[in-house]
């Protein structure tokens, strides 16, 4: 059972920069693909953006491309979301989520889900 634990949100002012990481305790995420979600209060889950588990392809939303880079680091069991320029409306909690037979699909497709991390952009 794969078991994703997200880290990095925080409190950042406008224009400022955070890098989230989403690791798994035990087996390996290699073969996964690997997606960012969002969600605020009453509303619905967002894809932000998505990586394959060969690490060739990789989607952005349109609201986050440019400041939004996705990475991962295999040797570290590790996926980074880079988040730069934010903006008071990136705030949300942030899940990263695994799907193994399929790509960036939406959130009813994924088969592993993070605990989340706040992300706030305030002054």
């Known amino acids: 059972q794969l078991q994703l634990v997200e880290s990095g949100g925080g409190l950042v002012q406008p224009g400022g920069s955070l890098r989230l990481s989403c690791t798994s305790s035990g087996e390996t995420l290699d073969y996964y693909a690997i997606g960012w979600f969002r969600q605020v209060p009453g509303k619905e889950r967002e894809k932000v953006s998505c990586?394959?588990?060969?690490?060739?392809?990789?989607e952005y939303a349109d609201s986050v491309k440019g400041r939004f880079t996705i990475s991962r680091d295999n040797a570290k069991n590790t996926v980074y979301l880079q988040m730069n320029s934010l903006k008071p409306e990136d705030t949300a909690v942030y899940y990263c989520a695994a799907e193994l037979y399929y790509y960036c699909s939406g959130p009813e497709r994924q088969e592993f889900w993070g605990q989340g991390t706040q992300v706030t952009v305030s002054s």
């Open positions: 990586i394959s588990s060969s690490d060739i392809r990789t």
